[in-house]
């Protein structure tokens, strides 16, 4: 784009149309539903994965807070990604989108590796604090669609990814407040 250099066509899904896009991700505290933190990226297919490995470093770097469990959608669904998550101590809670349908003959030690992985998050799927994470995920959900209506992310008008970012974390405080006057009140 001769505007936004730093948007990149992407298609949230088959049969969608392509759009010039960036990616906003936020990682939300299960019990509340208040953003902990923010970012935007680059859209690919890639990038949902690596932000969140981000947001967690950020996290632990400036609160010194580290979760023990980390809920997602299926778009964070991945060996490499699972396997990252364990080896900080933190227990992947994703949805998965294929729990069937290995075959382990002439696989690479890496690719076994994930397959592992994977072999475990489906076994955690069976948890009751699995299934109670992937419940409490419809408050990022209902997070996403305040920032994306209200706020006004649904449409950026700013071009540049440094001027989303601010954008996005000025609309993920506004979130937070208005959260913490409903928690006030209950």
Not at 12 to 22: A, F, I, V
Not at 51 to 80: F, V
Not at 155 to 180: D, F, H, T, V
Request: overall charge positive; aromatic content about 6%.
């Amino acid at each position: 784009s001769r505007t936004d250099p730093d948007a990149r066509l992407f298609r949230k899904g088959k049969g969608k149309e392509t759009k010039l896009s960036h990616m906003g991700h936020a990682l939300v505290e299960n019990r509340h539903g208040l953003v902990m933190n923010v970012c935007v990226t680059e859209a690919s297919g890639r990038a949902e994965s690596q932000a969140a490995l981000n947001m967690l470093d950020d996290l632990h770097r400036r609160q010194s807070c580290q979760p023990t469990t980390l809920g997602a959608d299926k778009g964070y669904d991945g060996g490499p990604f699972y396997r990252e998550l364990e080896s900080r101590g933190v227990a992947p809670h994703v949805a998965m989108i294929r729990t069937s349908g290995r075959n382990p003959k002439h696989v690479r030690k890496a690719d076994l590796e994930n397959i592992a992985a994977r072999d475990r998050m489906r076994d955690r799927t069976e948890s009751t604090g699995y299934r109670l994470s992937q419940r409490c995920r419809k408050k990022s959900e209902e997070c996403f669609s305040w920032l994306k209506g209200i706020a006004g992310l649904g449409r950026s008008r700013w071009p540049k990814r440094w001027k989303l970012k601010q954008q996005m974390e000025l609309a993920a405080a506004g979130y937070n407040l208005l959260r913490i006057r409903k928690l006030m009140k209950a």
